[in-house]
Structures are given as C-alpha cells and as structure tokens.
C-alpha cells in the first residue's frame, strides 16, 4: 500500500461525500448526460449558422486551464484529414492572418477567461467568422452576440472546466464535423456518450477498490513519481490531459509524453535515482544500502540513513489494435512493449491503460475519463479536496485573478 494513500477512505462511500465538496465525481459521471446536452444546446444556439455553414480558409482554437484539451482533440481529430489548417492558440496576441475568411472558435467554461477571451474580442473586430462556447451570461456570450457570431451555452451546474469537459467540448466538434473539418456527427457524439455512461458506471464510488478500475490506477499512482506516456497521438493527448489532472486535482507531479519521440527521454529516467536499478548500481559502487538485487536493504535505518526515495511509476496508455493489424500499429505496440519491460527491468511500476475499440474519439473518451476517475480518486485517498487547493487559492488572492 501507499505510505500516505487510505484506501479504506475511498470505500467509503460516506468519507467520499464529505471530503468531495464540489461533488467532483458526480461531474466526472455526468460527462455522457453532457454530450447529449451539448447537442440539444447546439442545436439550439444555431450551431448550423457557424461561418455562415461554409467551410473558413482556417480554423484557429482557443482554450486554456482545464479547457485546453479542447484544442488538443480538435487538433487530433483533424490533422489526418482537414480540407484547413487548424491551428491552437492558447493567449493574445491573435496572429496577423486571421481575418473575414477565417473562423475562431473561443472555449472558457466561466466565459471570462482572459486568453479566450480577448482573442474572440479581437476576431469580432477583424470580422472574423466567431463560435464561443461557454457560460451564457457572460462576457464571452457578449462577444459573440455583438458579432453576430454563435455562442453555445455549456448548461447549468458546470462547477469547473475539469468536470465539464464534455460540455466544451462536444460543440466544438459538432461544428466542426459539420464543416468537414472532423469526421465527428450525432451519431458519433452519441457512441461516446454511450462509452462514458459505461466508464462512470465501472468507477462508480461504491464499486470496491479490487474492481474499480479507476481506484486501482489511483493506488498504483500513488506508489511513487508517475511518468505518463501514451503509445500514439491519440494516447498523447489522453496522456497531457492525466498528467494535468493528477496535478491540478491530486496534487502529485506528473509528466507526460507520447511514443515513438518522447522514448529516449522516458527511457533515460529508467537510469536515475527514482529507480531501484539506480539503487542498485549505487550500492555497487559505495558498498551499502541496497541488497544485489536492487531491492531496499532490510537493514537500512530510515532515521539514520533518510527516507526511501519515491519510486518511478509507468503509466502507458495504449490504443485498441486495429482490425485487420497494420504494420504501423504493430510496430506502436512493439516499442510501447519495449518500454514497459525497460521499465519493469529498472524497478519502476508499470500500470497500463488500453482503449477498448471504436471511432478514435470513443476511444479516447474512454481513456479521458478513466484517468480523470483516477486522478479524482487519487486525491480522495491522500485526504484531499479534488476541487480546493488553498495554495490556488492563496495565488489568486495574491494575483487578483
């Protein structure tokens, strides 16, 4: 077990409910009722008039904080195929070529973040085409309706932009599959609505520890210093979006990275002190410390000789084979084999995670939300807030914003 991880906590259906404030895995469990009200409110907020339903020269996005995945499956989605360039833009300044012909899309849950915001301000007065998702009373929604642009309402109850992904997100790719940008419609959303209804219903609070997928993941991640590596694009994204959940919601560093580039990087941390293999070579070469396998010496005084170093956690995300194999899903699988036996080999846990098949956004749905389970989770079990952290909170006293 975890030296600070109770696992009893997360069992606990009662000790969940007190320590959840903002009922964070109630909004985790909402994300198919979210896909299936975006579509309703899209519908509702014209999202057939988006750049007048003729496909822009360019689409630039704009997302940040707990909305920038936003950006990062629209980017994902549409980089095979888009007839467009799609472009990401985090904060100001709204680059020099954006004009009439092209459409920005503005994400923010509460409709006032700074970024998103003035970058949709600044698209409206280069009449650019607009579409802005987000709260409807808010400044983001003015924006949009001073120029004549479509604004889509995230609905009621959004507490934060980490619970009400689905909500941001489903509007963005619903316009942009009816643009040909994506190959995402109703049919699709409705498939990944169905895959996170199945996710939320496996990591439900009362499924116990031993088969909760996502309380699993959670006590494995909370053995040591996690690493997040996804085996592809897709896993990439799924990846950057865990490693900011463990952060943001349990307060456990994290980095991430996507195969086949970010190998050798992942790979050398293989050789350093967060590995019993680093240990091992470091007994050898002082002559104390550590027994000849590599495994902590059961004499090693932990008052005289300092606290264990944390251990190096895998987490591998990984893609569904494809039916029938190709070869370049055969050599993704080899390397990310390569990896985890590197990693096994070194001392570090390995957990992994794999995509059950389906359209490419289903799969990474599924993903999304099992590590957005585990991270919630995560957080439970050290005692944690998943929604409050008092030092957010004290940088925003100290910021003003």
Known sequence: MAPYLDEARIDDEGAIAALDSHQTLRGLATAGAQVREAIDLSAEGGIDRVAGGERPRSVLVASLGGSAVVCDVLDL??????????????????????????????????????????????????????????????????????????????????????????????????????????????????????????????????SESFVNPAKVLATDLA????????????????????????????RIPAIHGELPDDAAQIVACFDGPFTTAYGASAAARSGSGFAGDGGPDIFTDPFLDGPASPRLGLLMLRDADPDPMTREAAESAALADAVTEAAREAGARVSEVAAQPGHPLTRLAGQLATTDFAATYLALGLGLDPAVSPHVTDLRRRTGH
């Not at 607009?130 to 400044?139: F, K, N, Q, R, Y």
């Open 223 to 250: 053995e040591g210093v996690p690493v997040v590596l996804g085996d592809g694009p897709l896993n990439g994204v799924a990846a950057k979006r865990a490693a900011s959940m463990l952060a943001r919601t349990a």
């Open 77 to 206: 989605l549409a980089e095979p195929g888009s007839p467009v360039p799609v472009s990401v833009r985090r904060n100001v300044p709204l680059p020099g070529w954006v004009g009439p012909l092209d459409l920005v899309i503005a994400v923010s849950q509460s409709g006032r973040a700074a970024g998103p915001l003035a970058l949709a301000a600044e698209a409206a007065r280069r009449g650019a085409s607009l579409l802005t998702v987000g709260a409807s009373d808010s400044p983001l929604a003015d924006v949009a309706a001073q120029a004549r642009g479509v604004h889509i309402d995230i609905g009621r109850g959004r507490a934060t932009s980490r619970t009400a992904l689905w909500s941001l997100l489903a509007p963005v790719l619903l316009a942009a599959g009816r643009l040909g940008i994506v190959d995402v419609g109703e049919r699709v959303l409705l498939e990944v609505a169905d895959r996170l209804d199945e996710v939320a219903e496996a990591c439900r609070p009362s």
